[in-house]
């Protein structure tokens, strides 16, 4: 309606919240946990649940509801800055509310869709629920065999090649991987849950030294005096790939390494 001049106005006022640009978030611990070996610092990926609600009690946003944490790198601005600052600090099984003033949230525009946990204030926070898997390990009687690789050739995933490096035979090591060197944020169907930590509890049984760079097998039998010419077939003088595999078929892998 139009507003006539010399007007006197009248307004019915009921006050929903308030703060100040100065403010910070403000941390409410609900549970923390008696042991706690190590709380999160920048640069942690985190895997955790929250309740989401404005000032006046409305949910807004609940992980619970889709029966599936949010999982992130804490930080490092990928969430809100109330939030990336809440998350910092807390022990795994941790439960705390955060409240999150609008200018390290959304501001004054505010969002019209809320998922996945990044668009939050936040009430519970759980961190990374381990998986447990076993690779070579003392129960390899119960599955009858053990399980073979070559370092750095891509056989295995990036964070157990890493974990497998200066280990010494009948050595036994528990190995944790994060979600970024394992299977990431999709998983194995069927298996592997998107963005989980890996365990691996790992026994060292057999080592084979790895070949010298430019060597392309070691022999490890007796030499004959003639090799080269036992080798070089066609006697041209040079050797090639398909005249070392002649002389190297039937040999036991415990004799010949081919790289």
């Known amino acids: 309606k139009d507003i006539p001049s010399q007007a006197a106005l009248v307004f019915d ?34 895997r955790y649940h929250y309740n989401g609600t404005l000032l006046d009690g409305t949910l807004f946003d609940s992980s619970y509801s889709r029966n599936r944490t949010y999982d992130t790198y804490i930080g490092k601005g990928y969430v809100i800055a109330g939030m990336d600052e809440g998350l910092l600090g807390v022990c795994n099984g941790e439960r705390r509310r955060i409240t999150i003033p609008p200018h390290l949230a959304y501001g004054e525009e505010g969002t019209a869709t809320y998922h996945d946990g990044w ?3 936040s009430q ?25 690789i070559v370092l750095g050739s891509g056989h295995v995933i990036i964070g157990m090649d890493m974990g497998l490096r200066d280990m010494c035979v009948g050595e036994k090591r528990t190995i944790v991987i994060p979600p970024h060197l394992g299977y990431g944020e999709a998983g194995v169907e069927g298996e592997v849950p998107g963005s989980a930590v890996l365990i691996f509890n790992i026994e060292l049984l057999e080592l084979v030294p790895g070949l010298p760079d430019g060597y392309m097998f070691v022999w490890n039998g007796e030499v004959a005096p003639n090799l080269f010419e036992e080798i070089d077939k066609d006697q041209d003088g040079e050797i090639f790939l398909h005249e070392v595999s002649e002389l190297t078929k039937g040999f036991s892998p415990k004799r010949v390494f081919i790289s």
Do not use: W
């Not at 519970?124 to 399980?147: A, V, W």
């Open 124 to 148: 519970r926070y759980t961190l990374s629920t381990y998986l447990s898997l076993m690779l070579i390990s003392p129960f390899r009687e119960q599955y009858g065999k053990t399980y073979n």
């Open 119 to 121: 668009k939050v204030s």
């Open 13 to 46: 006022v009921v006050l929903l919240d308030l703060h100040n640009p100065n403010d910070g978030i403000h941390v409410d611990a609900q549970h923390i946990p008696e042991d706690c070996e190590r709380k999160t610092q920048a640069g942690d990926y985190v």
